[in-house]
């Protein structure tokens, strides 16, 4: 059992920048691929990056690709996404996931560990 507390999130205006955190507590993150998924109101949940379990490997939506950068520290047991150059369709409550899957997948399906997650406003 893990359990995921993300933190970070906030208002920021079009162009700004938000650095999203995932700490992690009962099992070291190390045994997992983690994963940043986004969910807005009316919307499904969306995958926005993956990370495999020693980082060598990364993952992204389009959308998102040369804007966010996904990275961890397995020391310190966390995830972080650097969010850089928002636009106001990045508006959605971000979540971290961890996953037994090994790689970085992009499924929901593929995660079995989820925070609660953290709203990110981009206003315009």
């Known amino acids: 059992q893990v359990q995921l507390v993300e933190s970070g999130g906030g208002l920021v205006q079009a162009g700004g920048s938000l650095r999203l955190s995932c700490a992690a507590a009962?099992?070291?993150?190390?045994?997992?691929?983690m994963g940043w998924f986004r969910q807005a109101p009316g919307k499904e949940r969306e995958f926005v990056a993956a990370?495999?379990?020693?980082?060598?490997?990364?993952r992204y939506v389009d959308s998102v690709k040369g804007r966010f950068t996904i990275s961890r520290d397995n020391a310190m047991n966390t995830v972080h996404l650097q969010m850089n150059v928002l636009k106001p369709e990045d508006t959605a409550v971000y979540l971290c996931?961890?996953?037994?899957?090994?790689?970085?997948?992009?499924?929901?399906?593929?995660?079995?560990?989820w925070g609660q997650g953290t709203q990110v406003t981009v206003s315009s």
């Open positions: 996931a961890a996953s037994s899957v090994a790689g970085v997948p992009s499924g929901t399906r593929s995660y079995g560990y």
């Open positions: 009962g099992r070291t993150l190390s045994m997992y691929s």
């Open positions: 990370i495999s379990r020693s980082g060598e490997y990364t």
